[in-house]
């Protein structure tokens, strides 16, 4: 079965199953004492210059620790309605931090300081919770893709009233390989505090990284993993992924090829009637409305969701492994439905 329902439903890329198994084949220290961990640090290093790194299980866990590392209880984070955080985590970053989340309005996913400025009227005010973060998506979940020039405006509007930037960064590598530059200028030199490096996504069995760029909030970190019950002992199985990931460009080459899946498939179905692509197509998500009458059938052969159930509005994405094949088979099956 290949699916276009999300990116999370294709298998481990064979380098980084590779990766696996040399990791398999020794004894190592635990808790991140492993030359694998040593590895892929100055592997992130190499890529964004001075970091704090730590790793986690998954998404929800890394952007846990991101926020624990920024925020107190009665501080508040700024994030867009559709913000993993928001709609995707069960409420974890509340209840595990006792934060609160401002949801913004956003018609294209992404956040500015005009829609953010209204949310910082009652700062001093003890009656309200304290913004002090804005949490941003990378790409976007309604698959767009932050500028550079969008990124700085956004990081130094954030500084400029005291508040950190936190970048949940689940496909960080498709919103970089979208961007054509490096990672250093897509993040760090944007003004990005703190982010997560998504590896699950783009090919990972398991795994996210925690970035550390400001060294404010790099001091009580490690605490903040091991309390969110995110610190394996075994690390070296998640640290020996990302050793791989950030080798010979492979996180490019996975996500080069996702994006360009999403590119063809938006061309050939926009060739087709009763088709409307409703959002930008950036890095590997399309989302289009087709008939109601085509989307069971066209679902029972390849899985995808429902964006909005009232528009039936879906959601396609394309994944590392995803082929030019599977594209037009799935085109034409949506083509012989229509």
């Not at 964004?48 to 926020?67: K, Q």
């Not at 994944?319 to 083509?335: H, I, Q, R, Y």
């Amino acid at each position: 079965m290949k699916s276009f329902a999300s990116d999370n439903y294709s298998g481990i890329h064979p380098e980084i199953f590779e990766a696996i198994q040399q990791a398999n084949s020794q004894h190592q220290i635990s808790y991140g004492d492993d030359d694998f961990t040593t590895e892929a640090n100055l592997l992130f290093k190499n890529l964004f210059g001075s970091v704090e790194v730590l790793y986690a299980f998954n998404g929800t866990g890394a952007n846990i620790i991101c926020l624990k590392c920024c925020t107190l209880p009665f501080q508040a984070v700024i994030c867009t309605e559709y913000a993993h955080i928001h709609v995707d985590e069960c409420g974890a970053p509340t209840q595990s931090i006792g934060c609160s989340l401002l949801p913004v309005s956003t018609i294209d996913g992404k956040l500015t300081p005009e829609l953010i400025k209204p949310f910082l009227n009652r700062i001093g005010n003890v009656h309200n919770t304290q913004p002090k973060v804005i949490s941003i998506s990378q790409s976007t979940e309604l698959g767009t893709v932050y500028s550079i020039e969008e990124l700085k405006r956004l990081c130094n509007f954030a500084h400029s009233n005291n508040l950190y930037v936190h970048l949940d960064g689940a496909r960080i590598s498709n919103a970089v390989a979208a961007l054509g530059v490096s990672m250093k200028e897509a993040t760090v030199d944007c003004g990005i505090d703190i982010m997560s490096f998504g590896g699950t996504k783009n090919g990972l069995m398991l795994g996210e990284a925690v970035l550390i760029f400001n060294n404010e909030l790099k001091a009580n970190a490690p605490y903040f993993q091991k309390q969110s019950a995110q610190l394996y002992s075994k690390n070296r199985f998640i640290a020996a992924q990302f050793k791989s990931l950030l080798s010979n460009d492979l996180w490019f080459r996975m996500a080069m090829n996702a994006n360009k899946m999403a590119k063809l498939l938006a061309s050939e179905i926009s060739k087709l009637p009763n088709v409307k692509i409703t959002r930008q197509v950036d890095a590997n998500a399309v989302f289009v409305i087709i008939p109601v009458n085509v989307i069971e059938p066209l679902r029972k052969l390849y899985p995808f969701y429902e964006w909005d159930a009232q528009t039936h509005e879906q959601r396609w994405m394309c994944s590392f492994d995803t082929t030019e094949e599977d594209v037009n088979e799935f085109v034409d099956k949506l083509k012989e439905l229509l």
